[in-house]
C-alpha cells in the first residue's frame, strides 16, 4: 500500500494537548487494523532535547535506539502501543546539521545552498524515513509549537510540498486550534481559528479537518460558523473538550467520527472494527471510587509535573490494575534539605526518588531514600535515585559519611558510584550518555526476578554514571542485593535491599516501558507493596487486568 500522511499543526496557542490528540488518533487507525507510526517534528534549533533543562522542555523520552526526544513520543508509544525509532523525532538543528556537513563535503557542487529547497528537502527526507525505516503504512507528521512561528516555516513549507509529492488522496492535514472561553458574555470564540486558518493558507495549506479544543461544550451552531468560515466540511470539524482522563481522548474522537473521516478521504476501508473494551475499562476505572495510596515523588523539577510524565503515567497503567487511587505527592528534595516537607513524606506509603543530574537536592534524595531504609516504607529509585540508595546505604549502614557518587564529589575517598569507563574521554554532552535498550539478568529469589518472573528483561537507559564494582562485597554485606546485572555480569542494574518490603532501585529507567494495559512489573510490585503500607490489603472489583512483563 502506498504510505498515506496525516499531518497535524497546532493553532491559536501551544499546549492544548495536539500531541496526545494525534496519539490518540494513531490508535483510531491501528483500531481499524492499519500499522501506524507518528513522527514529531520540532523547530527548535537544539539537535535534541537531551542537553535541555526539564523546566525548559519537560521530560525527555528515550526511545529503545537510545534517541533522546520529546515527551510527545512518549504518548505516541503509549496510545498506540509501538516502538518507534530516532528518525520520528527532528528538530531544526538536526536538519541544518546535515545541510551544513554535506554542504562542507561539497556535495552541493558549488551551489548556493537555501532554506527552499535544500532545507526544505531534508525534511522530507528525514519525514520518507519514518516508512523506510518502519513497516507503517500510515505515517502521522505533527509539527510542534504553533502556525505564526517563524522557525516552524521551513517546516510547514515542507508539508505544503508535500501533498503534491504524494499526492492529494494519500495526505491530509489536520489543524488543532484552541477556542477560548469570553466569562461576560459566556461565549467561545473562533475567530482566533479564523485567523490561524487564514495563516495557514497564506502559508499554502488548506486544512482538511479542525480539530477545536475547549474547555466548554460546543454547539452546533458554533462548529457550522467554524466550518464556513474556515472552509471545511462541516463533518471535518471536530470539537474536542477538554477532559482529565487522557485515555478518554481515542474514545472521543473515535465517536466523533474521526477515524471513518480520515479512511474515507484516505481512500482506505477499514480491515477490523474498532474495540475499545479495554479503553473503556481504563476509563471507568478512573472514574470509579478507589481506595488511596499517597506516592512521594522526591525531585527537583517538581513545578512542572511534565518533567516526570512517564512515571506519572506508568504509576497511573498500575494502579488502575490493582484497583486503587495514587495521589502523587510532589516534594522538592532541596525543601527536604532545610527541613521542610517531612510532613508529606510522613504521610507517603511510597517513596519514587526519580531520575536527574547535578548537585542541587541530592542530600535530600538521600535523606528520603533513608527515611524510606529506616521506616520500611515502599522506595522505588529510578536511575538517580538508585545510585542515592547506594549512597545512603554505604554512608548510614556501613558508616561511611564520605561516600559518594563522583557526579557530586569527584574527590570523594569512596566513590561508590563512578563514571562508567568508556565515558571518561568523552567531552560532547549531546547524545553521548549510554542510552537506549540493554538487556539485562535478573538473579534468583530475588524482588526484582519475582515480579517480572522472566529470566532475562530488557530495559531503556540514560546516564553515565554507575555502581562501582569495587564495592559490590561491602554493600552486600550492608544488605544489598544486586538482582539484575548486565549479561557480561560488569555491570549492576537492579539493586535492593533484602531486609526490607520493598526497596528497590534500577539503573534503567522502567517508567518508559510501562503501557495503559500493561503496566510496568517494577511499578506493579512498587505499588501492591504501597498499597500494602496503605493497609489497603485487597481491591475492590477489579475489573480483568492484563499484566505482562513489557
Ligand atoms: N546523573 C546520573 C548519571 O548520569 C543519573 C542519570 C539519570 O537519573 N537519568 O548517571
Redesign the pocket.
Same mark, same amino acid.
Given at each position: 500500500m502506498t504510505t498515506k500522511y496525516v499531518f497535524l499543526t497546532g493553532g491559536v496557542v501551544s499546549s492544548v494537548g495536539k500531541g496526545v490528540t494525534a496519539a490518540a488518533i494513531g490508535r483510531l487507525l491501528k483500531e481499524r487494523g492499519f500499522s501506524v507510526s507518528v513522527q514529531k517534528l520540532d523547530p527548535y534549533i537544539n539537535v535534541d532535547p537531551g542537553t535541555m533543562s526539564p523546566y525548559q522542555h519537560g521530560e525527555v523520552y528515550v526511545l529503545a535506539d537510545g534517541a533522546e526526544t520529546d515527551l510527545d513520543l512518549g504518548h505516541y508509544e503509549r496510545f498506540i502501543d509501538i516502538s518507534l525509532n530516532r528518525v520520528c523525532n527532528v528538530t531544526t538543528g538536526q536538519v541544518y546539521a546535515e545541510v551544513i556537513a554535506k554542504e562542507r563535503r561539497g556535495d552541493y557542487l558549488g551551489g548556493t545552498i537555501q532554506v527552499i529547497p535544500h532545507i526544505t528537502n531534508e525534511i522530507k527526507r528525514r519525514i520518507s524515513l519514518v516508512s523506510k525505516t518502519t513497516d507503517a503504512e500510515i505515517v502521522l507528521v505533527e509539527i510542534g509549537g504553533t502556525v505564526g512561528d517563524i522557525e516552524s516555516l521551513p517546516f510547514l513549507e515542507a508539508l505544503r510540498q508535500m501533498r503534491t509529492d504524494v499526492g492529494r488522496q494519500n495526505s491530509i492535514y489536520i489543524h488543532v486550534t484552541w477556542l477560548p472561553h469570553i466569562g461576560a458574555t459566556n461565549e467561545l470564540k473562533t475567530k482566533p481559528t479564523q485567523h490561524s486558518v487564514r495563516e495557514l493558507r497564506s502559508i499554502g495549506i488548506s486544512p482538511d479537518m479542525i480539530i477545536a479544543r475547549s474547555d466548554h461544550p460546543v454547539d452546533d451552531s458554533l462548529r457550522e460558523k467554524i466550518a464556513l468560515f474556515c472552509d471545511v466540511e462541516l463533518s471535518a470539524v471536530v470539537p474536542m473538550i477538554t477532559t482529565p482522563i487522557l485515555y478518554e481522548v481515542p474514545l472521543l474522537l473515535d465517536k466523533a467520527g474521526v477515524g471513518e473521516y480520515l479512511l474515507e478521504r484516505l481512500g482506505l476501508t477499514a480491515r477490523s472494527q474498532p474495540d475499545w473494551t479495554d479503553w473503556e475499562r481504563l476509563v471507568r476505572e478512573v472514574r470509579r471510587n478507589k481506595p488511596t495510596v499517597r506516592v512521594a515523588l522526591v525531585g527537583k523539577y517538581i513545578e512542572l509535573q511534565d518533567a516526570y510524565m512517564s512515571i506519572r503515567e506508568a504509576l497511573l497503567h498500575s494502579a488502575l490494575s490493582l484497583g486503587i487511587e495514587v495521589i502523587i505527592d510532589w516534594v522538592h528534595s532541596a525543601e527536604l534539605e532545610k527541613g521542610r516537607g517531612w510532613d508529606v513524606i510522613s504521610a507517603a506509603d511510597g517513596i519514587i526518588v526519580p !531520575? !536527574? #543530574?547535578g548537585e542541587r537536592g541530592i542530600e535530600g534524595k538521600i535523606q528520603a531514600a533513608r527515611y524510606a531504609r529506616e521506616n520500611k516504607i515502599p522506595y522505588l529509585g $529510578?536511575? $538517580?535515585g538508585m545510585?542515592l540508595m547506594v549512597v545512603e546505604l554505604t554512608r548510614h549502614v556501613l558508616g561511611d559519611e564520605e561516600a559518594n557518587s563522583t557526579?557530586f564529589d569527584r574527590g570523594t575517598p569512596h566513590p561508590v558510584i563512578d563514571l562508567m569507563p568508556d565515558q571518561r574521554d568523552i567531552a560532547d554532552m549531546g547524545g553521548t550518555?549510554r542510552l537506549g535498550l540493554y538487556p539485562c539478568v535478573l538473579q534468583p529469589r530475588t524482588i526484582a526476578k519475582r515480579a517480572y518472573q522472566v529470566q532475562e528483561i530488557e530495559e531503556r537507559h *540514560?546516564? *553515565? #554514571?554507575e555502581f562501582n564494582n569495587a564495592y559490590r562485597e561491602l554493600l552486600q554485606s550492608a544488605g544489598m542485593r544486586f538482582s539484575g546485572i548486565s549479561p557480561d555480569g560488569r555491570l549492576i542494574e537492579i539493586a535492593e535491599l533484602a531486609d526490607h518490603p520493598f526497596m528497590l532501585g534500577t539503573q534503567f529507567?522502567p517508567e518508559f516501558l510501562s503501557r495503559p494495559n500493561r503496566p510496568h512489573p517494577l511499578f506493579m510490585a512498587f505499588l501492591e507493596a504501597a498499597r500494602e503500607q496503605a493497609g489497603v490489603s485487597q481491591p475492590i472489583e477489579v475489573e480483568t487486568s492484563t499484566v505482562n512483563s513489557p
Open positions: !531520575g !536527574g #543530574f $529510578l536511575c $538517580l545510585q557526579e550518555m *540514560r546516564h *553515565r #554514571f529507567h
